[in-house]
């Protein structure tokens, strides 16, 4: 496994390999977010996945949001799974329940909950990609962005009406499915205190028939609780005000906020091009700067990494993971603070571990004792992280270091299995192969 794995290939065949697995999960109307784990569009994976497509189709990168964006609820909400026809993946939208919910569109069937709102850095990197292409392809990028920026504006405006539940500034997620991180040690604490209040109707998994070890895959434990807030959420009809006044789980959670402040920026300069409304604008403008304001005030100061937030047990989190380095996404850090946290991010702890693959940042650091470097969120190396932390490093003007993640990203893929994740010290790929946010981050990488 570990020599197939490490084989190494030119960047060439690479690309043309990343491109074909695109194609492959490209089903004519959704890109799957994996060929037989993830047989549905994922709102986050969605946003990456066009990135990459992109570079092969503009107007297929288009259609791919435009679907995304149709299945918007009327509230502003963008769902965390539109659902195909296939019903291979538990849970399905019988599960959730969500025709009961008030706000859900009535032509497609999705999930209840949202994830990280990376949309508007996608439509901003298609659009220039598109522009590049130039032609009828700039045309239609361009007619996009214009009919895109409403529905994005309307996104943000759902997250921060419903979710800044407290005076931290942070967004709270009210599901770890919704921090995009299912089972990190972020949420350990948060999830020993869901606890089902009734018989959970009974379920079958159907992810843990799709890879090759179970042990790569969140336990059993884990989904009950998942399992469970669904329920908590279906018997409020996913009315979003009476989710955040009932759920078990709420977190502030940095990662998605440091997302969410950087993606308000990107979305008002966005807007700012095309004319939009003075008052849009501004609101932006605010929304970015609480955010990123409570971003920076989460920040440990024994170890100057953010920290998620407990909202229901009002403590502050402090598992030593990858989303600490939040505020290298927003900035705006003093540049001392700034600093450390960038030598912490490449030192020994992190990028710089001894021994690792390839400097791209493990999930949770291999120097800590909950380090697991075969299983999901707990250890392993995600492509689509390095990626976001290169783009974010390109935007706030570290070039180098922006390269390096390009680099090293490159290194952890070039065996061209576009694993879902990858195991840090044999570059194993790990979860699914096939994985479309890997493909689509890799082409970016190399185009
Ligand atoms: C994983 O999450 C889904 C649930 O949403 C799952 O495990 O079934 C996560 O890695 C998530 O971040 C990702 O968007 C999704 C699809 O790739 O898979």
């Not at 918007?72 to 026809?85: A, F």
């Not at 296939?86 to 025709?99: A, E, I, K, M, S």
């Not at 807007?271 to 409570?294: I, S, V």
Request: some cysteine.
């Amino acid at each position: 496994e570990t020599e197939v794995s490490r084989r190494c290939l030119p960047a060439s065949t690479l690309a043309a390999r990343a491109a074909y697995v695109l194609r492959g999960n490209d089903t004519g109307t959704v890109i799957t977010a994996a060929p037989k784990l993830y047989p549905h569009m994922w709102s986050w994976d969605a946003a990456f996945i066009a990135i990459g497509v992109a570079h092969l189709d503009v107007r297929r990168a288009v259609s791919e949001l435009d679907t995304l964006l149709a299945a918007q609820w009327h509230n502003g909400m963008l769902p965390h799974i539109v659902y195909t026809e296939d019903t291979d993946y538990f849970p399905g939208p019988d599960r959730w329940g969500t025709h009961l919910a008030e706000h859900m569109p009535e032509h497609v069937r999705t999930s209840g909950i949202c994830q990280p709102p990376v949309h508007a850095i996608s439509v901003r990197r298609i659009l220039d990609i598109g522009r590049r292409a130039g032609g009828s392809d700039r045309a239609a990028v361009e007619e996009f962005a214009r009919r895109a920026w409403p529905s994005l504006y309307a996104w943000h405006r759902w997250l921060m009406r419903f979710r800044t539940p407290d005076e931290t500034g942070l967004l709270a997620v009210v599901h770890g499915w919704e921090s995009g991180m299912d089972n990190s040690p972020r949420w350990d604490e948060p999830y020993a205190a869901v606890r089902p209040a009734a018989e959970l109707p009974p379920y079958a998994r159907l992810d843990l028939g799709m890879v090759r070890d179970t042990a790569e895959r969140p336990t059993d434990t884990e989904y009950d609780r998942y399992l469970w807030l669904i329920e908590e959420m279906r018997g409020v009809r996913y009315a979003p005000d009476e989710v955040v006044r009932e759920s078990s789980f709420l977190v502030g959670d940095v990662f998605l906020s440091a997302i969410f402040a950087v993606s308000c920026q990107v979305l008002e300069e966005l807007g700012t091009e095309l004319g939009r409304p003075e008052r849009e604008l501004r609101e932006l403008a605010g929304w970015a700067a609480a955010a990123r304001a409570g971003v920076l005030a989460s920040v440990d100061p024994a170890t100057g990494m953010a920290r998620d937030r407990d909202i229901r047990a009002n403590a502050w989190l402090s598992a030593r993971t990858v989303a600490g380095f939040a505020p290298l996404l927003c900035g705006g850090a003093p540049a001392d603070r700034e600093q450390a946290l960038l030598d912490e991010f490449t030192g020994p702890g992190w990028c710089g571990y001894p021994g690792l693959i390839a400097g791209i940042p493990p999930s949770v650091s291999p120097a800590d004792p909950g380090f697991l470097p075969r299983q999901y969120w707990r250890g392993p190396q995600w492509p689509v992280i390095g990626w976001m932390f290169g783009w974010a490093f390109a935007r706030h003007g570290y070039s180098e270091l922006a390269e390096t993640m390009r680099a090293e990203g490159l290194r952890l893929t070039a065996a061209g299995e576009f694993g879902e994740y990858y195991e840090p010290f044999t570059g194993a790929a790990l979860g699914s192969t096939g994985q479309s946010w890997t493909a689509a981050v890799v082409l970016d990488w190399l185009c």
